[in-house]
């Protein structure tokens, strides 16, 4: 009695420590693995969306991830305790019967075979599982995101109608999962309790010659179950180790995607100009978007990209920015070809203002530290009167006014203006901005305009615009059509050359001065 019960207790206490044990390696296996993936989102860069979808990045190292929480906690624990428990077993039941040992022994490895009939199934199923997961979840995040968009134009029944046939492929792929995994838990029953079984009549047979004892009878009774258990047991971790093993498959697709080359040369300090020399670039082999791109941006300057929509403008700032890749041609920065500069030096020197550039959920402040961090509250208010948007905040919270996400709680002109005080903060050599006056209201189309002149005295200032009458300033416009610069020169030269840039001013005005003329 003794001995059984120090015996129960040191199992209790084993199962114990095995099972934190177990519990502290998933933690880490999964906090690793999220750190991996954020890693490797950084250092694809701005140029990661290219590769892979956001939709699809957040649900593997979330989701994902937590799948892999069985695979290590119980299935990699159960799996070596299945191979070691029958051999333990086979050889204290030995001493018993070595014929009922042998045929439960034998018995044993119909299990493990099974599961690996059910795994070249499970493998090529459980990848579809994932690949219809991950689509639906791209199609649900974008219909939301547009969710405003989609009720205006009344097209909110036209994409539930497309969710709902994306979920019933969901449905349906998911019940032939299920339908598997209980249909091989079903085989794996039979084989468990019929060796089981099989075990038992061997060791009856062999009590009715004569051949056991009653106690050996019953040891073998009591423990013929026990040879399967631990291999049943893994035969139903394995099946949500399967859709773990299928989540990795997605995990380390993103892990190993190709990282762009980055150089290790540094811009020079100071002003900087920029060249582009018969440049081409596509997104899709048979389209090509920029076709023998020309263009030069001396130090100091304020140059202005203007076209139709498509014509290639904020590909242009995507190239600079190190947005877009695979380009061919030459683009130099300071005199230093850009595919050999490196990433992280390059976002100190240039800095793209986009339209819809990211506000987080946060302060004032938070935000503004992301262009520098040991900013004091002096610069960060000088940098908000600059852009007229100090004085709203002091009725607010000043720098600890709090931002909703992507800044809701904000107007779009406040938002914007936002967006080009951090960018002041950052103090860089060269800025690009790629339609940062689009959508809002000319109040703040008229001073954000305003700031980009002052610092086009003092920097290299890029701005892509479709609005011709906010670059008539410039030191150089070029006019895009179809990838290509058809027409180059101040607005003065543009405007006595009557080719399209002028036909598009004039349309522009035009419009900005319709009915103008009859309110009078």
């Not at 880490?28 to 590769?51: F, P, T």
């Not at 040991?374 to 006014?401: K, P, S, Y």
């Amino acid at each position: 009695m003794v001995t059984l019960a120090i015996v129960i207790v040191l199992r209790f206490v084993c199962e114990r420590m095995g099972a934190r044990s177990s519990y502290l390696a998933c933690v880490d296996v999964k906090r690793i693995l999220r750190e991996k993936i954020y890693e490797k989102m950084l250092k694809l860069g701005a140029s990661y969306s290219e590769q892979v979808s956001s939709s699809e990045v957040v649900q593997v190292s979330t989701e994902g991830v937590e799948q892999l929480e069985t695979y290590f906690g119980k299935y990699l624990p159960q799996l070596f305790y299945s191979l070691i428990a029958p051999v333990t077993l086979f050889i204290i039941l030995c001493r018993v019967s070595l014929k009922a040992s042998v045929v439960l022994l034998i018995c044993v490895p119909l299990i493990p075979i099974s599961i690996v009939v059910v795994q070249k199934i499970a493998k090529k199923l459980l990848n579809k599982f994932w690949s219809i997961y991950t689509g639906l979840g791209d199609s649900f995040l974008e219909n939301l995101q547009g969710l405003t968009t989609l009720k205006i134009y009344q097209a909110d029944q036209q994409k539930a109608d497309e969710m709902d046939v994306e979920s019933q492929n969901f449905r349906r792929i998911t019940m032939k999962v299920l339908t598997m995994q209980l249909n091989s838990t079903s085989v794996m029953d039979i084989v468990a309790y019929g060796g089981a079984a099989i075990g038992m009549i061997v060791a009856v047979t062999e009590f009715l010659k004569g051949n056991l004892t009653i106690s050996g009878i019953l040891c073998i009774v009591l423990l013929a179950s026990e040879f399967f258990l631990p291999l049943r047991l893994l035969g139903s971790f394995f099946h949500i180790a399967m859709n773990g093993m299928a989540a990795s498959d997605k995990i380390f697709k993103i892990l190993d995607l190709p990282e762009p080359e980055t150089g290790a040369k540094t811009l020079p300090e100071g002003a900087l100009d920029i060249s582009l020399k018969d440049v081409y670039f596509s997104y899709e082999e048979d389209r090509e978007i920029l076709k023998g791109i020309n263009l030069n941006l001396p130090a100091g300057s304020f140059v202005s990209l203007v076209g139709e929509s498509g014509c290639g403008k904020s590909t242009i700032a995507g190239l600079l920015s190190a947005k877009n890749r695979g380009f061919s041609g030459e683009i130099t920065i300071g005199g230093v070809p850009l595919s050999e500069v490196n990433e992280t030096n390059l976002m100190e020197h240039v800095v793209l203002v986009c339209h819809n550039s990211y506000l987080f959920k946060g302060t004032v402040e938070e935000n503004l530290r992301m262009a520098k961090t040991d900013a004091t509250e002096e610069e960060m208010n000088a940098v908000l009167q600059n852009v007229n948007l100090l004085r709203f905040l002091q009725t607010q919270d000043g720098l600890q006014t709090k931002l909703l996400e992507k800044a809701g709680n904000l107007s779009g002109g406040q938002c914007q203006r936002l967006v080009i005080a951090r960018a002041l903060l950052k103090d860089a050599e060269v800025y690009i901005f790629d339609e940062a006056t689009s959508n809002i209201d000319i109040e703040s189309e008229e001073l954000i305009m305003q700031v980009i002149h002052e610092l086009a005295k003092t920097r290299t200032v890029l701005l892509i615009s479709h609005r011709l009458a906010n670059v008539v300033k410039s030191d150089q416009i070029y006019f895009l059509k179809d990838g290509e610069i058809k027409e180059r020169g101040t607005h003065a030269e543009l405007m006595e050359e009557n080719g399209s840039y002028r036909h598009l001013y004039e349309s522009q005005m035009a419009l900005e001065h319709y009915g103008e003329e009859g309110s009078l």
